[in-house]
């Protein structure tokens, strides 16, 4: 059922009529709800035209049929149809998602649509007085039986259309026919784990097709067709990375790295199968792996709370994860017939899965700063001790791809302070909580460098989707947002393409309320883009690489 409260209109209604000094006065009025009574026979098209109604009256009427132009009062939450003359009802009822309670006591109907299955939101249904068939009077008359005579309707309701358009392929750039680069694909996707795929949470989608076995065939087609050098996938189920993700994948070329959310450590051997965490995987015959590495968001903030209540109480008490894989990059991936670079070519690819709660905007923000913080150490170390060519310690010579569900919108503080090098320390998104102490850690300049009330990170990332370009990543009924996305070192790399959205006008004349749908197996779009790197020149001791501002020592 619907988690929020409805509050049926009163039904002792009563009427008030604007004096006519007000109408004089230009005053305006708004009526949300209407009644027609008077022993009606049919109804004027005129009615459809008043699309802000939320409550219509047209019970005790002598109504044989509703044209399905009814459907064109979208944010109807009551509408009562009872005691008239109805043998039928148009299918186009089903796509009254807003509906909490539909009455159509004392008619003649024998049969229902089973459209009426993908009214979600419906908590009263009222078909008594009516020579329905005994199933469906049965399944009615059983308790909880509005919820489940409309789980059956929708479970049964025939799917359509028959199959989804293709996503177009956006080529940007053609790749440089000058230098040797490697040309490589990456795919961000939240598969949606199957603890969190509910009737509770997606009640739009039929039961069958939020069924992990059913989804599971479709989140690896979706996978398998796209074909990625490099995947990153959030909310993966331990047991099902290794029964079917893992193996799957290994069968195509792929090697992976995964880890469960920090609750995994807590609960049982039979729970832990069940925790979500993030995975990598990329294909042994372009990267070889270097190093893996697991990011614990509540251990970081622990570690760097200086005493923070909120740190404490908001970020630590938090089990999000980030993963990330150093990998050497293969020399044959380089241009054909150029001459692939000497040294090797390492590349940082991470991925993680921020909180959830729109109300934490605080703790994404924290979390995002957290990770670049550790992702900052991890290429430190890792050019320190690999003698990548550069000088020791300097991360700016190994370029970063970074994947994320970051539950933040374009618009947030998350997104600004990654794509801008920092935020402000007064950001609105800190909540004006009192983080300031401990921002110093993750801020480039470190605890003893001049914050300028701001915090900053080393790496000149950019998002490989303009944010025009898809118009949401996280598509269900009561939010429809980009939240997935793909950053990578501009200095080093460039977009050659990039997997576009799906048609929305389709989303629209197909009435898809939202994802899962059968023929979508998660709540999210998967992400793809085609990335060009190029093999930098010898650093020159005065330009910065990659943003990173090391310091001048006089």
Known sequence: MPKEKYDPPDPRRCYTIMPAEEVASGKKSYWAELEISGRVRSLSSSLWTLTHLTALHINDNNLSRIPPDIAKLPHLVYLNLSSNKLRSLPAELGNMVSLRELLLNNNLLRVLPYEL?????????????????????????????????LNYMLDNLAVHPEQLPQRPWITLKERDQMSPTAVFTVMCYNVLCDKYATRQLYGYCPSWALNWEYRKKGIMEEITSCDADIISLQEVETEQYYTMFLETLKERGYDGYFCPKSRAKLVSEQERKHVDGCAVFFKTDKF???????????????????????????????????????????????????????????????????????????VKLVQTMMFLSELKSIAERASGSLGTGSPSSDPSSIPIVLCADLNSLPDSGVVEYLSNGGVAETHKDFKELRYNDCLTNFSCNGKNGNSDGSVTHNFQLKSAYDSNMMPYTNYTYDFKGVIDYIFFSKTHMSVL?????????????????????????????????????????PPHPLNPLNGLHLPVHR
């Open 117 to 149: 299955g993908r009214l979600f939101q419906l908590q009263t249904l009222g078909l008594k007085g009516n020579p329905l068939s005994p199933d469906i009077l049965n399944l009615y008359q059983e308790p909880d039986g509005t919820r489940k005579l």
């Open 288 to 362: 070889t792996l270097v190093q893996k590495h697991t990011v614990e968001f509540n251990q970081v903030a622990l570690a760097n709370s200086e005493g923070s209540e909120v740190m404490l109480n908001r970020v630590m008490t938090k089990d999000n994860i980030g993963v990330a894989v150093l990998l050497e990059v293969n020399k044959d991936v380089f241009s054909d017939g150029m001459k692939p670079p000497q040294e090797r070519q390492l590349i940082l690819v991470a991925n993680a899965h921020m909180h959830w709660d729109p109300e934490y905007s605080d």
């Open 497 to 537: 393409g990039l997997m576009g959205p799906l048609d929305t006008q389709w989303l629209v004349d197909n009435n898809i309320t939202g994802c899962p749908h059968p023929h979508i197996p998660s709540d999210h779009f998967s992400l793809l883009a085609q990335l060009e790197l190029h093999h930098p020149p």
